[in-house]
């Protein structure tokens, strides 16, 4: 009998705390207000990994703009045949801008580390003189989907050489690139900016197209400017290089870069790939 009892008063006292917590979901329902929707967890916006802002505070930086959709009309042609054509911009209406590293005498593994973290797209023009050491450190630069184009073989002054003089310089390079990257350059990046018709000649017939000039270079802590106003417009191609403490003046590459980052992020730009704006017909 008692223990018939007791098990009546559990009972009960159950479905007591039932009754109570049923009545207090029906006051909490109507006390909300109508109309309000139910709160979802916050979700990382589409294509951005939710660490993105603590990967870039980690280099000092604040995540730049992403850049828009590769467009499918690329808006800079560069012929097939005839003078490889000479540019310094191309013709967008994104605010985007394009990076490019040349030579490659610095291999910063850090420098690596950055942009296996941060993602940002670079062009770089290598010399063979420079690369040749350690052609494997760029390699993980490549992966990350950054594309290896021609800057000469020993980095000469190219319209005091002749056509044969100018070819030697860059099919060589184009040669060697070839040959560790796999993939042929298309674009050059003459040395000092330095080019005549014969350049043009001679790039063609090693199978570039292009030869890429620039609106801006990197002079360790800012831009020096073709612009008199110091302004990036959309489609400006900048020039910076791998550097070391040596010619940066006790700054290390990563710092460099950062820097050079900071200045496009302040202006409201993204970083965008040069070759995905460019076709060749």
């Known amino acids: 009998m008692g223990d018939y009892w007791g098990r009546s008063v559990r009972v009960v006292a159950g479905a007591a705390v039932l009754a109570l917590a049923l009545a207090a979901c029906q006051r909490s329902a109507a006390e909300k207000p109508k109309g309000t929707a139910p709160v979802a967890p916050l979700a990382p916006a589409v294509g951005q990994k939710p660490d993105t802002a603590a990967v870039w505070r980690k280099w000092g930086l604040k995540p730049l703009v992403p850049a828009p959709a590769p467009p499918v009309d690329k808006p800079l042609e560069l012929p097939r045949k005839g003078p490889a054509k000479v540019f310094e911009s191309v013709p967008t209406k994104d605010r985007v801008v394009f990076v490019t590293l040349d030579d490659g005498q610095e291999k910063d593994p850090k420098f690596v580390e950055m942009m296996n973290d941060l993602r940002v797209p670079v062009t770089m023009f290598l010399t063979k003189d420079d690369i040749q050491d350690d052609?494997?450190?760029?390699?993980?630069?490549?992966?990350?989907?950054?594309?290896?184009?021609?800057?000469?073989?020993?980095?000469?002054?190219?319209?005091?050489?002749?056509?044969?003089?100018?070819?030697?310089?860059?099919?060589?390079?184009?040669?060697?690139?070839?040959?560790?990257?796999?993939?042929?350059?298309?674009?050059?990046?003459?040395?000092?900016?330095?080019?005549?018709?014969?350049?043009?000649?001679?790039?063609?017939?090693?199978?570039?197209?292009?030869?890429?000039?620039?609106?801006?270079?990197?002079?360790?802590?800012?831009?020096?400017?073709?612009?008199?106003?110091?302004?990036?417009?959309?489609?400006?191609?900048?020039?910076?290089?791998?550097?070391?403490?040596?010619?940066?003046?006790?700054?290390?590459?990563?710092?460099?870069?950062?820097?050079?980052?900071?200045?496009?992020?302040?202006?409201?730009?993204?970083?965008?790939?040069?070759?995905?704006?460019i076709s060749v017909r």
């Not at 184009?149 to 005091?160: A, E, N, S």
């Not at 292009?210 to 400006?236: C, N, T």
């Open 135 to 277: 052609y494997g450190y760029f390699k993980p630069l490549q992966a990350l989907g950054d594309r290896i184009q021609d800057h000469t073989i020993t980095h000469p002054v190219l319209p005091t050489l002749g056509l044969e003089g100018q070819k030697h310089e860059i099919c060589g390079d184009r040669d060697a690139l070839t040959e560790q990257y796999g993939t042929a350059p298309t674009l050059l990046r003459p040395p000092f900016g330095r080019w005549n018709s014969l350049t043009q000649q001679a790039a063609r017939e090693c199978g570039i197209s292009g030869i890429v000039m620039w609106r801006a270079s990197m002079q360790i802590h800012d831009f020096q400017y073709d612009d008199p106003k110091k302004e990036l417009h959309p489609g400006d191609i900048l020039l910076a290089h791998f550097r070391g403490p040596k010619q940066l003046k006790g700054e290390t590459m990563t710092r460099m870069f950062a820097d050079l980052l900071k200045q496009i992020e302040r202006r409201g730009f993204s970083v965008a790939r040069l070759e995905d704006y």
